[in-house]
């Protein structure tokens, strides 16, 4: 199917109910500056249905406050790690403003992983590095569960009612410390993390690069779990790290002793899930 029917047909749900066994797996947008976009045209809900939906203001404004604030922070030359890369959104967002950027994507799902590939040759972009292996506390092969609604929901975690046990691929998996380790990784400025639901098991398999690199993170946060002193709370406390975290809407960093009072502000502004930036002291 040729690139204009797919996005005919990909930004028109219901339509899309009735074609999407027709679609592609991948298609390709031609944005402002002669930008070469590929994406998923059978997403109902995710970063490709955002994109072919509104084209250049998808692209600019999806999660843009995340993007803005990861550009802010990352040095001209810095090393970026997208953890949970989809289809690469915060990659070539970033790489706009910071073209000497080094971006390490880590995207488990292969229709995913081939777009990244894909819209980099294209846009014959450099120091652009796909790894198609998600990252975990374990090493192997394991089920990657499938959402039927939003191809930026996959998750190594089956949780969810978009999800089924019988809908999976078996991905690669690795830990973050064994990667940097084989790899010879000395550099992380800043690292994004958004795995749909496996977010500690991500920081459980990074504990001595965390200690060693010391990247400024951005992660994906259940409120429920800051307020009740949970998730990445535990981590930090657990492994003994000293950081300072900053809400999207802060000026400034603050301790980590005060972020179960923003959590709470957030939940009663029914925000359930909150990005949230984090240094190392």
Same mark, same amino acid.
């Given at each position: 199917?040729?690139?204009? +029917?797919?996005?005919?047909?990909?930004?028109?749900?219901? /339509?899309?109910?009735?074609?999407?066994?027709?679609?592609?797996?991948?298609?390709?947008?031609?944005?402002?500056?002669?930008? *070469? /976009?590929?994406?998923? #045209?059978?997403?109902?809900?995710? #970063?490709?249905?955002?994109?072919?939906?509104?084209?250049?203001?998808?692209?600019?404004? !999806?999660?843009?406050?995340?993007?803005?604030? +990861?550009?802010?922070? /990352?040095?001209?030359?810095? &090393?970026?790690?997208? &953890?949970?890369?989809?289809?690469?959104?915060?990659?070539?967002?970033?790489?706009?403003?910071?073209?000497?950027?080094t971006s390490q994507c880590?995207? #488990?799902?292969?229709?995913?992983?081939?777009?990244?590939? *894909?819209?980099?040759?294209?846009?014959?972009?450099?120091?652009?590095? $796909?790894?198609?292996?998600?990252?975990?506390?374990?090493?192997?092969?394991?089920?990657?569960f499938l959402s039927n609604?939003?191809?930026?929901?996959? %998750?190594?975690?089956?949780?969810?009612?978009?999800?089924?046990?019988?809908?999976?691929?078996?991905?690669? &998996?690795?830990?973050?410390?064994? !990667? =940097?380790? *084989?790899?010879?990784?000395?550099?992380?400025? $800043?690292?994004?993390?958004? $795995?749909?639901?496996?977010?500690?098991?991500?920081?459980?398999?990074?504990?001595?690069?965390?200690?060693?690199?010391? #990247?400024?993170?951005?992660?994906? =946060? %259940?409120?429920?779990?800051?307020?009740?002193?949970?998730?990445? +709370?535990?981590?930090?406390?657990?492994?003994?790290?000293? &950081?300072?975290?900053?809400?999207?809407?802060?000026? =400034? !960093?603050? %301790?980590?002793?005060?972020?179960?009072?923003?959590?709470?502000?957030?939940?009663?502004?029914?925000?359930?899930?909150?990005? !949230?930036?984090? *240094?190392? +002291?």
């Amino acid at each position: 199917m040729n690139n204009t +029917l797919n996005r005919f047909i990909a930004k028109r749900r219901w /339509l899309k109910r009735i074609l999407v066994n027709t679609l592609d797996d991948h298609a390709r947008l031609d944005l402002k500056d002669n930008f *070469k /976009l590929y994406y998923d #045209p059978k997403d109902f809900r995710g #970063p490709s249905f955002h994109v072919v939906y509104s084209h250049d203001h998808g692209f600019k404004h !999806y999660e843009k406050k995340e993007k803005d604030a +990861l550009t802010a922070v /990352l040095p001209e030359d810095g &090393v970026f790690f997208d &953890v949970g890369a989809n289809i690469g959104l915060f990659t070539f967002y970033i790489k706009q403003y910071r073209p000497n950027m080094t971006s390490q994507c880590f995207e #488990p799902h292969p229709n995913m992983a081939t777009c990244i590939r *894909k819209t980099t040759t294209e846009n014959s972009l450099k120091k652009v590095i $796909v790894n198609e292996v998600g990252l975990s506390d374990k090493i192997g092969e394991f089920k990657l569960f499938l959402s039927n609604r939003n191809a930026g929901g996959h %998750s190594l975690a089956n949780t969810g009612t978009d999800k089924n046990s019988d809908d999976f691929h078996m991905v690669a &998996v690795t830990t973050l410390d064994q !990667y =940097c380790q *084989k790899n010879n990784i000395e550099r992380i400025d $800043v690292m994004k993390i958004d $795995v749909e639901g496996v977010e500690e098991q991500v920081l459980n398999g990074a504990v001595e690069t965390f200690k060693k690199l010391k #990247p400024i993170l951005m992660i994906e =946060c %259940s409120n429920h779990d800051l307020v009740n002193n949970q998730g990445v +709370l535990n981590f930090f406390r657990d492994n003994n790290l000293q &950081v300072e975290f900053k809400a999207m809407h802060h000026d =400034c !960093y603050k %301790s980590l002793d005060d972020i179960s009072d923003t959590a709470k502000d957030a939940l009663n502004n029914n925000m359930i899930l909150n990005n !949230y930036l984090f *240094k190392f +002291l």
